[in-house]
């Protein structure tokens, strides 16, 4: 097979069959703009492998340059899954990821080949690796109640609210990302358990993983930061923006609510300039990484590689690794 995955299947949550595998499946993740992806195609070069993206944008066709997703010439020179197999509107979540991406995994090994999971959504990689517990029912009336106060006091309110009683859910989390927030809050007032202790009473796994994380100083991860954005801005981004919002889509949606997306939004609406559009794209962008950094801290069996490593020595370090 060449190239990234081509086929298109309906995504649904399924429990995978668990398959003993003999050695852990290799995982690159890190802040955005350490290179992941540059490891990730070496390692399934050198393995004879297939690239697992762990991304909750790249998989949806519209988003390609505010995303950063793989560029054709690198999704030709391995098999890539989970990249440009919804539309945007289409549900994507960790829960149903960590479900699909097992059966990949399934069927990658039984094709001889080697599952090389790459990305830094850090939700989305602790569902695979970790797996999520049994989801809590939502309640329309709770969510309904907590809605209206996130309306009338504003999410900064209701982020400190939840600081109080949920500290790891609330440090690990965006505050303008309002579903997130209301999520936390309503299990935890359906039944008095932060999200956060959920998250450790997990489903039986169904792989084990060797997880590498890619790190960088703090000023060096973010001057890449700064370059990548500049990088997006030339390669059309306001463009690809323009064209997304021609689509009419609901602007709810929680990936046109990402870093990358909403800011041209919001300057294509007139709410602001260019130069103001530039700095909040930079500044949200650190501040993810940031986040991600905090996220993954807390896993103290993962191991850390300087990402300013040269490509050849810190695929010598993985293969290294059990």
Not at 14 to 34: E, N
Not at 47 to 53: A, D, H, R, Y
Not at 133 to 156: C, F, N, Q
């Amino acid at each position: 097979m060449e190239g990234r995955w081509h086929g298109v299947r309906k995504l649904t949550q399924v429990t995978p069959p668990i398959r003993p595998v003999t050695s852990p499946i290799h995982v690159i993740t890190g802040p955005t703009a350490t290179g992941k992806t540059a490891l990730g195609l070496r390692l399934a070069q050198a393995l004879g492998g297939e690239i697992v993206s762990v991304d909750s944008r790249q998989i949806y066709r519209e988003l390609t340059i505010g995303s950063a997703k793989p560029s054709a010439d690198e999704l030709a020179q391995a098999p890539h899954h989970f990249i440009d197999e919804l539309n945007l509107g289409e549900p994507y979540s960790a829960g149903l990821f960590a479900s699909q991406a097992s059966l990949r995994i399934n069927e990658i090994f039984e094709r001889g080949h080697v599952p090389i999971v790459v990305g830094g959504a850090t939700l989305y990689l602790h569902a695979l690796v970790h797996g999520l517990s049994p989801t809590v029912p939502s309640d329309p009336a709770v969510r309904a109640d907590i809605e209206k106060r996130l309306e009338k006091l504003g999410k900064e309110a209701l982020h400190k609210e939840l600081a109080k009683i949920d500290p790891p859910s609330a440090s690990s989390m965006d505050p303008t990302k309002t579903s997130r927030l209301v999520r936390a809050l309503e299990v935890y007032e359906l039944t008095g358990t932060p999200l956060s202790e959920f998250h450790g009473r997990s489903l039986p796994l169904s792989h084990k993983f060797s997880v590498t994380v890619l790190t960088l100083e703090r000023p060096t991860l973010y001057e890449r930061i700064e370059q990548r954005v500049d990088g997006m801005l030339k390669l059309g981004l306001i463009e690809e923006n323009r064209r997304i919002r021609d689509l009419n889509l609901d602007p709810s949606l929680s990936a046109l609510k990402s870093i990358g997306y909403q800011e041209p939004m919001a300057y294509l609406d007139g709410l602001y300039n260019r130069d103001r559009m530039v700095e909040l794209i930079k500044r949200n962008s650190r501040r993810y990484a940031k986040r991600q950094l905090t996220w993954l801290r807390r896993y103290k069996a993962y191991r850390r590689i300087c990402a300013q490593t040269p490509v050849d020595e810190l695929l010598e370090n993985v293969l290294r690794l059990p």
